[in-house]
C-alpha cells in the first residue's frame, strides 16, 4: 500500500483559496518538513501559505464570508474607513455654492454621505463617496 505520496514542487493540489473564497486547485511552490508550505492558485494567481481544503476550513470560510456580507469594493472599504473617522452626524447638504473642508463629511443627493478627502482649489473637493472618489464643486 502506497499511503504516503510524495510531495513535489510543481504538483497540483486541493488547498483553500481566500481570494476565490473557497477550495481551487494550486500548484505547489514549497515544500517544508515534508508539509506543502506555499502555493499558488490556479484560480486567482496569488501565492500565499497552504491551507488543506477540509470540510472544516471550507465551512469556515463559508461562514465568514456569510458574516462580511457581500464583498466590498477597495473604494467601498477606504469609503467606510473614512466614515469611522468622522462624525457622521455632522453630515451637510452638499450643495455647489457652499464651501467645504477638509474632512467634512456632506449629504449628496445622487452619490449618498461622503467625506472630503481633499481641498483641490477654491471652486474644486476630491470627495470620497461609496461607489468611489468624485470630483465636485464648492463656491459656486
Ligand atoms: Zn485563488
Redesign the pocket.
Known sequence: MQEDLKLEVGQEVEAM????KGP?I?VIESIKDDKIFKVL??????SHRYRPATDANIAKMKEAIAKKGPPKTKEERRWSRLLNKVDSEKAVDYQMDKSFDEKAVINHSKFGMGVVVEIMDQTKISVAFKEGTKTLVQNR
Not at 492558485?41 to 496569488?46: A, D, E, F, M, P
Open positions: 483559496c481566500t481570494k476565490c481551487s494550486h492558485c490556479k484560480g486567482c494567481n496569488s
